[in-house]
């Protein structure tokens, strides 16, 4: 059975090659080969070809998914004096 690392590199390597998800931003975790991957992409078909990638890996045991569908945002963090404002 493959590592937990070993795992992660994979799955890491394997969405590194899908030119859709240069835009998306995914956090993976493995915990004794259980992949959660956390995100946000830009459509249906997006989602269902990261899940696809991942089932895809030799030695995923299982497959958390909580990749949201929606326009990628970047949120300003606040200021000291947005809150005193």
Known sequence: ???DQ???DDVIAAFALVPDFKTSRF???VKSRVVTIRGRVT???QRQ???SIARGIVGL???VLEVAIG???YVRPASFSDMTA
Do not use: F, G
């Open 27 to 29: 956090y993976v975790d």
């Open 43 to 45: 459509s249906v078909a």
């Open 61 to 63: 045991r299982a497959l």
């Open 49 to 51: 070809k990261a899940e």
């Open 1 to 3: 059975m493959p590592s």
């Open 71 to 73: 326009p990628q945002s």
């Open 6 to 8: 070993q795992v992660l």
